[in-house]
C-alpha cells in the first residue's frame, strides 16, 4: 500500500514570493491534515479536511495561507506571501473513518521549506 | 495545550528496554493514548495507542495505569534505529508537544 506523497521534498524562497506544497493521502482516506513543523518543536495543524469540506482551519493563518482539496483526493496548500517564520517542514497526512483507527493518522515525509 | 508531560530527552542501551512515560492526569474517560515517533527527517509515524488496558503491537508494548493518569510505552529491545522523538497524544485532536527525544547508546 503506498504512503502519502507529498512534493516537493525541499523548496526555497525569498520572503514575499508564493509557494504552494502538494499531497497525495493514503487511497480511500477520508480525511486529511496539514501540519506546521518548525524546528525543535512538535507538528502544529493547520488545517483538516473531511473529504472536500474544511473541519478545522482555525490555526490556519488565513492571511496568507490557503488550502484545497477540490476532489476530496489530493491537496495544495499555498502560502502567499511567504514570511521568514513560514521556514519549516509542511507535513501532510491522513487518516481512515472507521471506528477508533479513524484517529490513527498516517504522515508523509513533508517538504521542508527555507525563506530566505 | 498538549495535555501531556513527557521528559524532554532519555538515554537507552542497545539492546535493552526502553521505558518510555507520559503523564496525562487530565485525561478523559474517552480518551485514547497515542504514541508516534519521529525519526530525523521523515514524519511521525504511529506506533500504538490504548484506553485502559495494556496493549502490545509488533513495535511496542503500551502500559495505561489504572486511574489512566499515565502510561509508558516499552520498546523491548532497543536498537540504534529506535533513535527518534516520541510523542504521547491523549486526545482525538491530535496536538502534539515537543515530546522525548530518546537516544540510543552503542
Known amino acids: 500500500e503506498a504512503g502519502v506523497a507529498q512534493s516537493p521534498r525541499y523548496k526555497i524562497i525569498e520572503k514575499r514570493q508564493s509557494v504552494a506544497f502538494w499531497c497525495n493521502p493514503i487511497?480511500?482516506?477520508?480525511?486529511l491534515y496539514w501540519y506546521q513543523q518548525i524546528l525543535g518543536q512538535g507538528p502544529k495543524l493547520l488545517i483538516q479536511f473531511q473529504n472536500n469540506g474544511v473541519v478545522d482551519d482555525s490555526q490556519l493563518p488565513k492571511d496568507r495561507f490557503s488550502a484545497e482539496r477540490l476532489k476530496g483526493v489530493d491537496s495544495t496548500l499555498k502560502i502567499q506571501p511567504a514570511k521568514l517564520e513560514d521556514s519549516a517542514v509542511y507535513l501532510c497526512?491522513?487518516?481512515?473513518?472507521?471506528?477508533?483507527?479513524?484517529?490513527?493518522?498516517?504522515f508523509g515525509a513533508g517538504t521542508r521549506l527555507s525563506v530566505l | 495545550d498538549a495535555k501531556t508531560t513527557q521528559p524532554t530527552s532519555m538515554d537507552c542501551a542497545e539492546g535493552r528496554a526502553a521505558n518510555l512515560p507520559c503523564n496525562h492526569s487530565?485525561?478523559?474517560?474517552?480518551?485514547?493514548v497515542y504514541w508516534y515517533r519521529q525519526i530525523h527527517s521523515q514524519g511521525p509515524q504511529y506506533i500504538i495507542h490504548g484506553l485502559k488496558n495494556n496493549e502490545t503491537n509488533e513495535m511496542a508494548s503500551l502500559i495505561i495505569t489504572e486511574d489512566r493518569k499515565s502510561s509508558t510505552l516499552i520498546l523491548p529491545h532497543a536498537t540504534l534505529r529506535d533513535t527518534a522523538v516520541y510523542y504521547c497524544i491523549v486526545r482525538a485532536k491530535i496536538i502534539f508537544g515537543k515530546g522525548t527525544r530518546l537516544h540510543i547508546l552503542p
Open positions: 487530565t485525561i478523559s474517560g474517552n480518551e485514547y
Open positions: 487511497s480511500g482516506h477520508a480525511t
Open positions: 497526512a491522513s487518516s481512515s473513518r472507521t471506528g477508533v483507527i479513524k484517529n490513527i493518522q498516517y
